[in-house]
């Protein structure tokens, strides 16, 4: 698994030559407020989540700025509607004659940056009908990105846009209680059996990890308290995070002081 941290460029480098693990096990997990030096990030081969700050007082402003950030570090300049649209259209002509539609033409965009894992679209924090909702107002003008979908509280019976053409991530969020339960865990699978991407926000202990890890579909997870306390924390967590299965079995958890759960 990697572990996607909210450390700036310069920190992820010293951690990559001081730290074991993070030459393969760390990455970078962006927002509004850090995204700044996404174009550096990606040059440095790490790869790289966007999350969109819902989750601490989500701002239109700032995610309108953040999607141009992200297109200046991936096209090398900011696009028109009609080139974030043309996506959209492309998919939902395929197998005709001509890509565009009322005169509307497609436009071509070059491939994605591989280490550019996903962007997520606004999501409503433990509401899945309400996400789904929004969602579908903001997914078409991210076609031109790889974007993932916040699983919230709710979604079986609210639904996954399954076929959203440049659908490549599923975000673990919603509440506690709902991101460890049975629904979660079918959706992901499901997600992991079509291909996508699996990602665990709010992931802060030793115990939450060896979890993911047993689940066996997490591709990458992120926690505050690998920021905050990156000395102390980011080791073990990246130490986790490349464990196979056995060793899950075989090696006890250490006891610490303090609240790890």
């Known amino acids: ?12 480098l010293q951690a990559r030559e001081d730290i074991p693990y993070a030459d393969t096990h760390l990455g970078r ?8 030096d996404i174009s550096r990030v990606l040059a440095a081969g790490f790869p790289t989540g966007v999350d969109n700050d819902v989750f601490c007082n989500w701002s239109l402003a700032r995610f309108s700025a953040q999607i141009g950030r992200i297109e200046e570090a991936v096209y090398g300049r900011r696009l028109g509607t009609r080139e974030r649209l ?12 001509s ?59 609210a639904g996954i846009p399954w076929d959203w053409p440049n659908l490549k991530c599923l975000f673990m969020a919603g509440s506690t209680a709902y991101k460890l339960g049975t ?22 202990s030793r115990k939450r990890i060896r979890y993911l890890l047993g689940l066996d579909y ?11 306390w990156r000395d102390e924390k980011l080791p073990w967590a990246l130490e986790l995070a490349a464990a196979k299965e056995f060793q899950l079995v075989l090696c006890p958890e250490p006891q610490r002081a303090g609240n790890d759960a």
């Not at 997990?29 to 700044?36: A, D, T």
């Not at 043309?86 to 004659?97: E, M, N, Y």
């Not at 959706?187 to 992991?192: A, F, L, T």
Request: glycine share 10%; net charge negative.
């Open 29 to 36: 997990l962006c927002g509004p407020r850090n995204i700044s």
């Open 86 to 97: 043309s996506p959209l259209l492309t998919a939902s002509f395929r197998g005709a004659d």
């Open 183 to 204: 629904e979660m865990a079918d959706i992901c699978r499901e997600g992991k059996r079509r291909g996508l991407h699996i990602h665990c926000g709010r992931v802060n």
């Open 99 to 157: 890509p565009g539609f009322g005169g509307f033409t497609a436009v071509r965009l070059p491939p994605i940056d591989p280490n550019l894992l996903f962007v997520t679209v606004p999501d409503v924090v433990a509401d899945a009908q309400a996400t789904l909702r929004r969602f579908l107002e903001w997914a078409p003008m991210l076609m031109h990105l790889p974007v993932a979908y916040c699983v919230q509280d709710g979604a079986a019976q």
């Open 218 to 228: 997490v591709d990458s997870f992120d926690g505050t308290s690998f920021n905050l």
């Open 1 to 12: 698994m990697l572990n996607l941290n909210g450390g700036g460029i310069e920190t992820l």
